[in-house]
């Protein structure tokens, strides 16, 4: 009796390691720049199901701009950290598509796996996140059947089916392909620093629903100006070096702290220094964009 | 033999224990005014795929006008009586994030529960549904990890993550924070009302992507007139009190019983009296909008 | 012991036969022209869920033009070839909802299903993926309860409802209703032909988020020209008949084969004959339309 419980044990261990998997956690979570109007999105998650019925799909967004390979490096940044470990993140935002760029297979510091094409897309989160190791993806092997004719959508028959496929474990990160040196394509940009009691940096992206201004200037570089809450910032924009906007506004912890309407500064989701119009757009309102040729200056008054 | 059949099957009941939740159904389904554009929602998702990978999550919409708080509520009242009971409503539009308003979760009279600010958002669906019971979310326990820094993203730090871990079943009703008195913060609205042979209402929104007039007469108001299929209404609208629309109707069943173009008058998906063009946006054609301030009024001829 | 172990295994098939469903697939994939503004998809999936909670849902798109049927028969031709069989497809572009128009599932010669009224919707995928077999959905049976009295949304009372029963496998394919004859309602279109050295199509539809011209010209076809990489084809583009656009572009591989802004001939993802401009929009460009009134003539120089 007892052997016979020892192997119901393992029998039933066997079942539960059929639900659950190992190492990959079946998540895969796809960035384009496709829009959500015609079929595209939905021909990458019809292949994924294809490889396994077991996974679980998730958008991180579609509407990346057109071929915008520096946003799709923000959005990962500011997404991926919060996806457990073992999550298969395919971003394609690919103007190179079918040209000599290297198609990758990235494990981060933390355990989430990125497919895409290594245009610049890691820029960011290779730095944030770090490389726990990168692989060029084996297109002979890794490639959707028959799609050999194609050429122009390897978003389908190449970055999803290679996604699905690692994150479902019918392959393993080293079936991707080679091991590559730990290092991607970046794309340059200027980092926040601080010049006497004076803070440098760019406008890194535009938090685009409400209009925020989101800075590249980090809250641990911040808070050496010891800014208190309620404190007045010296705030300048500048655009190709020419300036824009310049005004004072209270450093603030919640956009309720001014009157509708009226500026703040606060610290944004991912801790990052940010301008803001409470229940209004800052973007609009004084025409700012985002860039390498945005820049900013803050200082305590 | 006997006593071993009733432990496997103790142990096969303690499997399907495993895969099938108890109360709660592991349903999430969020709604904000975050927009598809960036990686808000993606991250709101990540939290709850780290709280348990079992979780099923749904988009009601992230298309909420920003700060619109009503729409909020409307959205809610349209979608949560055809979800089934313990499916987790996770609704962020928060203007207010960071100040004194309370966060909640409300259990519906019909077992569907909703996380929110208390702000307005529970105005239609309190009502409708019936509040079972209300408790506000204690945010020194029911708050992730590492995030008090955080002031600004509620939605992904607090709301998300209560939402996934009451319905993952990790923790009960009763462990969101203390129980609330059973109301709710309310917006004051106009409701339909009889007066003679005359029906006064507003127009409660606007079907946004056909430009249909829903107000917010139900059904059962309407049908004290006594409208027969076929038979002409004379329907006016005013905004602020000035008559911007005038004209008879077919009270009909379908869009197609009156020629492309024509008006019609009819009851939408949630049995309220609606107005449309066959095929055309009357809320474009004729300038209408939606609001306390666009009244209607509607008669037999 | 022996038999022990042979009643040990009935009872783990039986609990895999739990998880494991028969014939369907368990994915339903919506497709509207709702948009995401409001709360209509996500009523079609409370009811899904409703119906199994084990089912997986994912949408093709809800951004197909209100009432346009060309465009959501399109777009299953695009995507439905790419999911498994058995995978149930529910399509509600229906400007004709609540008239005589039938409702239908039909099952494709690959095994998917698409349920839909049968009002053009299927032109395309009945030609391309062939028709196994097509039933009139029996309303009386396959609508959701206590809805007779809702005549407008029978996206969420009839094709949701039915759609999710028989992707759970809570009825057979027979139980939607009685047989109908192998045909559908069909879209009249111009085919593509070959006349002479030259090949004369039509603007089948346009690839919108990126401004690129598809044609309805198959890769077969215009091999019949002996088309080299490289090699310079002439190209006129027609509205109504008036030349709109005429120009030489090289047939290329990829869109980087030729300098920025500058036009190309490639297969689309469907193999299908397509211009575009690299990294620009050719329909915004030359205000380039789609549809039976936009021609297209392809020759080698």
């Known amino acids: 009796m007892y052997t016979f419980f020892v192997r119901l044990n393992l029998v039933l261990v066997l079942v ?5 998997s190992p190492g990959q956690n079946k998540i895969v979570v796809f960035q384009s720049d496709f829009g959500l109007k015609d079929g595209a999105v939905s021909a990458m998650k019809g292949v994924a199901m294809g490889v396994s019925p077991e996974l ?3 958008d991180l967004t579609h ?10 490096a923000y959005r990962l940044q500011q997404t991926v950290p919060y996806w457990p470990a073992g999550t298969v993140f395919v971003s394609v935002v690919d103007p190179g598509v079918g040209t000599e760029r290297k198609s990758v297979v990235l494990k981060t510091g933390t355990g ?9 897309t890691l820029t960011l989160i290779a730095e944030s996140l770090g490389i726990a190791e990168i692989r060029q993806i084996d297109e002979v092997i890794n490639r959707r059947k028959d799609s050999q004719q194609s050429y122009t959508f390897h978003g389908r028959d190449v970055y999803a089916y290679t996604g699905a496929r690692l994150a479902a474990g019918v392959i393993d990160f080293d079936q991707v392909g ?9 794309i340059p940009y200027q980092k926040a620093t601080l010049e006497g009691k004076k803070i440098k940096g760019t406008i ?5 629903q409400y209009g925020n201004i989101w800075t590249n200037i980090p809250g641990d570089l911040f808070q050496q100006l010891h800014p208190a809450f309620g404190e007045s910032l010296h705030v300048a924009l500048y ?3 020419v300036r824009v906007y310049e005004g004072d ?6 956009f309720g702290a001014v009157p509708v309407g009226k500026p703040l500064a606060y610290l944004n989701s991912l801790l990052q220094l940010s301008f803001a119009l409470n229940q209004d757009s800052f973007a609009a309102v004084y025409k700012i964009g985002s860039g390498n040729d945005w820049s900013v200056e803050v200082s305590s008054k």
Do not use: C, R
């Open 239 to 241: 655009h190709g070096g």
């Open 249 to 254: 506004m209270p450093y603030s912890a919640t």
């Open 204 to 208: 890194a992206i535009l938090d685009v």
């Open 63 to 72: 509407e990346i701009p057109a071929y915008n390979i520096w946003e799709a």
């Open 56 to 58: 679980k799909l998730f």
């Open 16 to 20: 539960f390691m059929t639900l659950i």
């Open 178 to 186: 080679p091991v590559l040196p730990k290092q991607v394509v970046a």
């Open 112 to 120: 989430q796996y990125i497919v895409t094409p290594d245009n610049g």
